[in-house]
Nanobody, 124 residues
Framework: DVQLQASGGGMVQPGGSLRLSCTVSGGTFDNYAIAWFRQAPGKEREGVSVISISDGSVYYGDSVRGRFTISSDNAKNTVALQMNSLKPEDTAVYYC?????????????????WGQGTLVTVSS
């Protein structure tokens, strides 16, 4: 049974930083692609960043490129999302998800396992 546990959300002022973490238990972590999605009230789910664990390739959404960094710690089965220069429009519930094919896209319907979500609020 594969489970994802997301953590690290909270409230921060504009320009601040937060670090999200996603810990994966069960399954074969090295074969996965792990992505972060977010969903703000009244908006569609948006792909934020994805990392292919097998080769380390990473991708970012246009709205976060240059501000967010995704990384993995394969020994701990954990993926982190470092978020810098946060903006009010980054406010959303952030979810981590695992694609067992390892391809890693922003097509949320292709992901097999999901974490519970963690709320990020950027406000002064």
């Amino acid at each position: 049974d594969v489970q994802l546990q997301a953590s690290g959300g909270g409230m921060v002022q504009p320009g601040g930083s937060l670090r999200l973490s996603c810990t994966v238990s069960g399954g074969t972590f090295d074969n996965y692609a792990i992505a972060w999605f977010r969903q703000a009230p009244g908006k569609e789910r948006e792909g934020v960043s994805v990392i292919s664990i097998s080769d380390g390739s990473v991708y970012y959404g246009d709205s976060v490129r240059g501000r967010f960094t995704i990384s993995s710690d394969n020994a701990k089965n954990t993926v982190a999302l470092q978020m810098n220069s946060l903006k009010p429009e980054d406010t959303a519930v952030y979810y981590c998800a695992a694609d067992k094919t390892g391809w890693g896209t922003f097509k949320y319907w292709e992901y097999d396992y999901w974490g519970q979500g963690t709320l990020v609020t950027v406000s002064s």
